[in-house]
């Protein structure tokens, strides 16, 4: 699970944001942090173990037992750090044979598009990705095999330079949530306004 982003559409890193504001993954939608909704697809889903990369220790506080902290301490060089954070601390495990990577401000990604996303690597897929209705999102699979290329991408495209260069399967997940992303306070007001809970949920 990323979540080191400097928030910079958010407020965060930008010349009037507040001192000490609150990161964008502990920010309150429907009077619970975004990131508790996307932990808690995560270790509902199966898939073991579950990371956390930030750049925050209030991030890292808010994670709760049972999840691998993982830090970046670049996180000004994009989303690509944050990615390569985690296959760094995962590189040694050589039982671990693919990455199932979400981000920590999709609130209504569930527990299902984890699972189905990691059954693609069962299926031979070395990398995958969520599709929502003909849209792709996350969580997306990167096998062992594309680790190294990864560790050498750089800025905010993460794994979609590696969905560019390579062929990908995209795994139906309409039906298990949305793929809707908060990177705007607006984004925030306009999930909280229609509300619903959500199916990914579970």
Known sequence: MLAAGRGVRFGGNAPNAAPNAAPKSLSPLHGRPLLEYALDAACSSGCS???LVVSDDRVARAAGPGIEIVRN????????SSLQSALRWLEPDAAVP??????????LVGA????????AHADGALLAFAGYDGVRGNPVLIARPYWSEALELSGDEGARVLFRRHPAV???????????????????????SRWRSPTASE
């Open 73 to 80: 301490d670049a996180p000004e060089r994009g989303i690509a």
């Open 98 to 107: 693919a990455v199932v990577v979400g981000l920590a401000d999709q609130p």
């Open 170 to 192: 995209e795994v139906p997940c309409g039906d298990t949530g949305a793929a809707a992303d908060v990177d705007t306070p607006e984004d925030l007001a306009e999930l909280e």
């Open 112 to 119: 299902e598009a984890y699972r189905r996303v990691a059954r």
């Open 49 to 51: 173990p579950v990371l």
